[in-house]
C-alpha cells in the first residue's frame, strides 16, 4: 500500500506547524528573489505612455495565464487517461477531484494576479514597470510550486500558494491605498 493510501491524520496543531513552516519559507524565498532581481536585465525606460504600459503589462499578463492551461492540461491528462473520461458515467470524478482543485485555484488567483497587476501599471513611471515582470514571474513560480505541492500532498501547498498570494495581496495593498489616496488628497 501506497504511503498515499496510508495518510496519517495530523493534527490541527501539526499542519499549522506545517503550513508556517513553508509561509516562513516563502518569506525567504521572497527576499531572496528581490533581491536577485535587481540584478535582472529588465529596461522599462521606453514605456513612456500609459498605453504603452498597459500593452507591455498584458503581454506579461498572457504568460501568467499559461498557468491556467497547465492546469486545464493537468485535468486533461486525467480524464483521458483514466474512467473520469465519462464525466456522466460516474464513479470516477474523485479522480480529477486534485487536478480540478488547482485548476480552480490557479484561476482564482489569476483573476486577482491580472486585476492587481493592470491597476498597478497605471500607477507607475517607466522604469517602475520592471516590477510587471517580476510579479509575472512570481506568479509562474508560485503556481508551479503549489501544483506539485498539492500534488504531493495536500499541507504541502502553502508555499506554491503564499507565492502567488503574497506579491498580489501586496499589489492590492499599494493599488487600494494609491486609489484612496487620489480621492483624499
Known amino acids: 500500500m501506497s504511503d498515499k ?12 506547524s506545517r503550513a508556517n513552516k513553508q ?4 518569506a525567504v524565498f521572497l527576499a531572496v528573489f528581490y533581491a536577485l532581481s535587481k540584478s535582472l536585465p529588465l529596461d522599462t525606460t521606453q514605456l513612456t ?8 503589462t498584458i503581454r506579461w499578463l498572457f504568460l501568467s495565464s499559461t498557468t491556467i492551461m497547465f492546469a486545464m492540461f493537468g485535468v486533461l491528462n486525467v480524464r483521458g487517461n483514466t474512467d473520469a473520461i465519462d464525466p456522466l458515467n460516474g464513479g470516477s470524478e474523485n479522480l480529477v477531484e486534485l487536478p480540478n482543485r488547482i485548476l480552480r485555484n ?43 505541492g498539492f500534488s504531493s500532498a495536500p499541507m504541502n501547498r502553502a508555499f506554491g500558494f503564499s507565492i502567488t498570494f503574497i506579491p ?8 487600494a491605498y494609491r486609489v484612496v489616496s487620489s480621492f483624499v488628497f
Do not use: W
Request: charged letters at 15%; one cysteine or more; hydrophobic letters at 45%.
Open 23 to 26: 509561509f516562513a519559507a516563502t
Open 49 to 56: 505612455s500609459p498605453t504603452e504600459r498597459l500593452t507591455y
Open 106 to 148: 490557479t484561476t482564482e488567483q489569476f483573476i486577482l494576479h491580472a486585476s492587481a497587476v493592470l491597476t498597478l501599471s497605471t500607477f507607475m513611471d517607466e522604469n517602475s514597470m520592471r516590477n510587471i515582470p517580476l510579479l509575472v514571474i512570481l506568479f509562474i513560480i508560485g503556481r508551479l510550486f503549489y501544483a506539485i
Open 168 to 175: 498580489t495581496f501586496a499589489t492590492y495593498a499599494y493599488c
Open 5 to 16: 493510501n496510508q495518510s496519517v491524520k495530523k493534527t490541527l496543531e501539526e499542519n499549522k
